[in-house]
């Protein structure tokens, strides 16, 4: 195996991107960038590049080799939505719900609050989050989708969601100005982001899971 080869794998392809609408697919191999190989340098092109032509490969034989198919990607404007996907399992009588969400993005929050909300119709009470191309995103979004998975019970309470800790110098100034580190489920939020506010109450969406599979 040739270790220095620098190759590129598709995970996923958003509906209606420049890589689906070129027919990338997941597990797709990228080995070339516009005719020539990956570099250690080069690979930036394919996050920045207003147009590119990539070349795709296949591991053969212990070795990574080009296939000789050519796709051209044009970058343009879009909202990557990263609700990808929601399912809803019946297993044996017991509702399972399924959400695969790629970015905590303020954007996703509504949809959040819808997928949580239909959840709940349908009387999920175990849920499979899956995160595996998630790369975070905002404290915030994180909150309010904790706030309709967490026990409903600790919600009303308004129990500790999170708690920071800093290094020492910063956590003495904090205690010296009684800064309170912690963040607390809450229901109700309203945040600007963007230009656009963002207002909603999740207290009607909290599904009451049991369980939670991530």
Same mark, same amino acid.
């Given at each position: 195996v040739n270790y220095n080869t620098i190759c590129a794998y598709v995970l996923y392809t958003y509906p209606g991107s420049p890589a689906e609408e070129a027919g990338l697919k997941r597990g797709d191999m990228i080995l070339e960038i516009n005719g020539k190989a990956i570099t250690s340098e080069s690979y930036r092109e394919l996050f920045y590049?207003?147009?590119?032509?990539?070349? =795709?490969? $296949?591991?053969?034989?212990?070795?990574? #080799?080009? $296939?000789?198919? $050519?796709?051209t990607m044009n970058a343009k404007a879009m909202y990557e939505?990263?609700?990808?996907?929601?399912? #809803?399992?019946?297993c044996g009588g017991? &509702?399972?719900g399924y959400l695969a969400y790629t970015s905590f993005t303020f954007e996703s929050c509504l949809g959040l609050y819808d997928v949580c909300k239909?959840?709940? &119709?349908?009387?999920v009470t175990e849920l499979?989050?899956? =995160?595996? *191309?998630?790369?975070?995103? *905002? #404290?915030? $979004?994180?909150?309010? =989708?904790?706030s309709m998975l967490a026990p409903e019970a600790e919600v009303k309470a308004k129990s500790v969601f999170e708690t920071e800790i800093w290094n020492d110098e910063y956590m003495a100034y904090y205690k010296q100005n009684n800064v309170d580190l912690n963040t607390y489920f809450r229901t109700e939020y309203k945040q600007t982001h963007g230009g656009k506010m963002y207002s909603f109450n999740t207290s009607d969406a909290n599904i009451g899971i049991t369980k939670i599979y991530a």
């Open positions: 590049s207003n147009s590119i032509e990539i070349g =795709l490969g $296949t591991f053969k034989g212990g070795a990574f #080799v080009s $296939t000789g198919k $050519t796709v939505d990263p609700i990808i996907a929601t399912k #809803v399992f019946d017991k &509702k399972v239909e959840f709940k &119709k349908q009387g499979i989050l899956d =995160l595996r *191309y998630n790369g975070g995103g *905002y #404290v915030f $979004t994180e909150e309010v =989708l904790a």
